[in-house]
T-cell receptor, first 114, second 119 residues
Framework: QKEVEQDPGPLSVPEGAIVSLNCTYSNSAFQYFMWYRQYSRKGPELLMYTYSSGNKEDGRFTAQVDKSSKYISLFIRDSQPSDSATYLCAMSLVRGAGSYQLTFGKGTKLSVIP | DTEVTQTPKHLVMGMTNKKSLKCEQHMGHRAMYWYKQKAKKPPELMFVYSYEKLSINESVPSRFSPECPNSSLLNLHLHALQPEDSALYLC??????????????????FGAGSRLTVL
């Protein structure tokens, strides 16, 4: 079983729809949970990060972490064509000096159709 | 200035060439990273520099040689690469190096990447 599972899509939604992106993970030691957005031919851009279980909201974006289920979600409200990109979940832990792990999901390709 | 700048944007090289990728940040970040990303795959960590010292090498072949001349610059020297090394090479930085006390809470800022093609 891979440490982080993410459905690669592609996912197509009409403009204005609510988008739900999800990742599951197997390593309960992960401590921080992040969502990155990557436009074509660009580097990943951090959208949000969370530490504890619960919700975190930033404008149209809501990140949700459920550590008991090892499940994280990103919700996008009122989706716009400019939201069309690949969304990568990422999780990190530090095991000790010099031992760091940041594991990305495969990314979900989202298209928002005008 | 909240950017990580990478040059060149595109690079084509033969298997016998020697070339370098460059990365620069002026955010005062103390950790810098090299990642490799193949098409439709997530980024994979290659190296981490903390306070200008190499702290993590993820078993990367010696044909990739990182260098951190100062706290703002990170280079990746390339020599005798293989066609399978063709990929997007991403540089990133974070304010603090990864350390247990922070629990992995180092948020990475990525550059736009250098797209490398090895013929």
């Amino acid at each position: 079983q891979k440490e982080v599972e993410q459905d690669p899509g592609p996912l197509s939604v009409p403009e204005g729809a609510i988008v739900s992106l999800n990742c599951t993970y197997s390593n309960s030691a992960f401590q921080y949970f992040m969502w990155y957005r990557q436009y074509s031919r660009k580097g990943p851009e951090l959208l949000m990060y969370t530490y504890s279980s619960g919700n975190k909201e930033d404008g149209r974006f809501t990140a949700q972490v459920d550590k008991s289920s090892k499940y994280i979600s990103l919700f996008i409200r009122d989706s716009q064509p400019s939201d069309s990109a690949t969304y990568l979940c990422a999780m990190s832990l530090v095991r000790g000096a010099g031992s760091y792990q940041l594991t990305f999901g495969k990314g979900t390709k989202l298209s928002v159709i005008p | 200035d909240t950017e990580v700048t990478q040059t060149p944007k595109h690079l084509v090289m033969g298997m016998t060439n020697k070339k370098s990728l460059k990365c620069e940040q002026h955010m005062g970040h103390r950790a810098m990273y090299w990642y490799k990303q193949k098409a439709k795959k997530p980024p994979e960590l290659m190296f981490v520099y903390s306070y200008e010292k190499l702290s993590i090498n993820e078993s990367v072949p010696s044909r990739f040689s990182p260098e951190c001349p100062n706290s703002s610059l990170l280079n990746l020297h390339l020599h005798a690469l293989q066609p399978e090394d063709s990929a997007l090479y991403l540089c990133a930085s974070s304010q603090d190096p990864p350390r247990p006390a922070a629990g992995g809470a180092n948020v990475l800022t990525f550059g736009a990447g250098s797209r490398l093609t090895v013929l």
